[in-house]
């Protein structure tokens, strides 16, 4: 029989800081490899769910804003149609005609003196803070009174 040669004595693993390391990652590798199916298939469902999301929701906002145009549309004639019939009677009520029977009926006839008349200009509102207002009338110019010649 062959007798066997004992071993020098050394170390069983050369470099256990790199089986060490080896191991770690085979396991975290095993333990991704156990979950890639279930990721695989939630990214192909949401890179499929998505866009057909966005087609639905996009469809559906269309087809409300169709809806809205129509009803706008629906809207504008009414309310030209509705003018239209204001107008005429307005036609109707201001007729020089219609005018001339009223104004017989109550008794009216045209002026017979012409009357004129001359306003003074308005004068337009300072606005003024109400807390001051004594303070601020101080610092108006006095009316000027016309004399009469």
Known sequence: MVERQPRAQSARIPNPRSAR?????????????????????????????VPVTGYVMLTSSMTGLTYAVGKAHAQRNRLRDETLRLEDRVEQLSSDARLARIAAQLHMHPASTAIAMQLEPAQAAQPRIAFLSDIARWFQRAPVKKRRS
């Open 21 to 49: 390391n080896a191991t770690e990652r085979r396991v975290v590798r095993n333990s991704r490899a156990r979950y890639r199916p279930i990721a695989l298939a939630l990214g192909t469902l949401i890179a499929v769910l």
